[in-house]
């Protein structure tokens, strides 16, 4: 894709404080982390930067961030089958953030939800 000159002087497109965090992410992998590393997992807006994460962490769950990984996962593709005939779909992508805190901060996501 080119870069034209419309699409650089449009301004970058900020999320709000509380649009940044979905929703916490329960997995095994992530349960695994939090036990032995300090490490939380959520779900996050698909634009949301690190330093947005970082800020939002810290101002909702009133702890330090050490550091902040992210990663996009694709969505599943779905075929569905019907009289009519076949259908095929995709799941929405979505971009998961693993927060590292600094020793002695936790969060107790139990209590938040």
Do not use: C, W
């Not at 034209?4 to 979905?22: E, G």
């Not at 300090?38 to 800020?55: C, H, P, S």
């Not at 009133?62 to 779909?89: D, L």
């Amino acid at each position: 894709m080119e870069l034209t000159l419309n699409m650089a002087k449009q301004p970058a497109r900020r999320l709000k404080m509380y649009n940044v965090i979905v929703r916490p992410l329960f997995t095994e992998k992530v349960s695994h982390l939090t036990e032995g590393q300090n490490t939380y997992g959520f779900v996050v807006a698909l634009g949301a930067n690190k330093i947005e994460i970082r800020k939002a962490i810290e101002k909702k769950f009133n702890v330090k961030v050490e550091a902040v990984r992210t990663a996009i996962t694709e969505g599943k593709g779905k075929m569905v089958f019907r009289r009519s005939g076949r259908f095929s779909g995709k799941k929405p992508d979505y971009k998961k953030a693993f927060v590292v805190l600094k020793k002695g901060d936790k969060i107790d996501l139990f209590e938040q939800l």
